[in-house]
């Protein structure tokens, strides 16, 4: 997979390729950004455009050092996961002892260490030395899908490149081109939250199950149904499966706030993103005007926000039942 195989995060791409054909490659690299953007696919194909025998700025597939990147057997390419959930300083001290020798048969020596928030204090200490004077013929990328749990003192020490969620629009392309319909690519392109390896995996029963319990609290809210505990399931859940299950029906949510007013602009059905919903959809369209429906999605698009930045999970919850539930103040 070369760089133009990556879909989206096209400037990081264009930094990378610049850096290589310059010759001008940082020591120390540090990739950050949402799960599933291609961060660790990225680190692999710098790794091999370091090493490849025909192409100064990217990875040609074809020659022996890609080949043997890619079947997981070339000695100058090493990537250090956690084990147990833990990147330990034993693995760190390997790969500092790895570091400081000449390249085997490549041309220069890279280490992409994958998660790195999960190196211990330990590991992160022992790391800080070699990122500050890496040898001239070997390159440390790290790849973390959250910047501020890396220390500050490694972050200062590695060129940082920012990696954005991947548009709705190529996720939904891809998905296409994988075989899937353009509705339900459609629909899973706005669970996803920019994640493509997400979208790729995705099931198609649980998007449908997540879009019935979004339509079920919308049409509740928009009806005024008083339903207390609407979001208690959620508030019991540990942070990564509340995560994983809250955003995706609420980015749902916002999308039938959002057909609700291109139904009301008289905008066409093609805009629609939930078309299958719009029988059901029109039973609520004279239930709230023009400016509620805005009010609406800008309390959901608030509360998205919110729960990105970590704030307080229950309070987020019920500001937003108070919020939407209270019709003539959205």
């Not at 034993?90 to 002892?97: A, E």
């Not at 081109?177 to 996803?192: D, H, M, N, P, Y």
Request: with cysteine; hydrophobic share 40%; charged share 30%.
């Amino acid at each position: 997979m070369p760089f133009d195989d990556i879909i989206g995060n096209v400037r990081v791409k264009n930094i990378l390729r610049r850096s290589l054909l310059r010759g001008r490659v940082p020591g120390s690299l540090l990739f950050y950004g949402p799960k599933g953007v291609g961060k660790s696919e990225m680190a692999l194909i710098f790794a091999k455009a370091l090493n490849c025998l025909n192409r100064d700025d990217d990875s040609c597939e074809d020659c022996s050092s890609c080949s043997a990147v890619n079947k997981n057997v070339f000695p100058d390419v090493l990537r250090i996961n956690a084990e147990k959930d833990i990147i330990r300083i034993d693995q760190i001290r390997l790969m500092k002892r790895a570091a400081y020798l000449r390249p085997m048969t490549g041309k220069k020596r890279v280490f992409i260490i994958e998660e790195a928030e999960k190196m211990n204090d330990e590991a992160s200490n022992s790391l800080l030395k070699v990122l500050e004077e890496p040898p001239v013929f070997s390159h440390i990328v790290l790849t973390t899908d959250n910047f501020f749990s890396i220390l500050p003192t490694i972050r200062s020490r590695c060129q940082t490149l920012k990696f954005a969620p991947v548009s709705r629009d190529d996720i939904q392309k891809a998905l296409i081109e994988k075989g899937i319909e353009e509705g339900k690519a459609k629909t899973i392109s706005l669970l996803v939250r920019g994640s493509l390896k997400q979208a790729l995996d995705f099931d198609w029963d649980e998007a449908e199950d997540k879009r019935k319990k979004a339509f079920n609290m919308f049409s509740s809210f928009v009806k005024g149904v008083e339903q207390a505990n609407i979001f208690k399931k959620y508030s019991r859940m540990q942070k990564k499966n509340f995560e994983e299950n809250i955003n995706p029906v609420l980015e749902v949510l916002a999308s039938f706030c959002r057909d609700l007013i291109v139904m009301k602009m008289g905008s066409g059905d093609r805009f629609l993103i939930n078309l299958d919903y719009k029988h059901k959809l029109s039973e609520l369209e004279e239930i709230l005007d023009l400016k509620q429906t805005y009010g609406f999605l800008g309390v959901i698009e608030e509360s998205l926000r919110l729960f990105q930045q970590n704030a307080n999970r229950r309070a987020i919850m019920n500001s937003m039942t108070i919020n939407l539930m209270d019709k003539e103040n959205v």
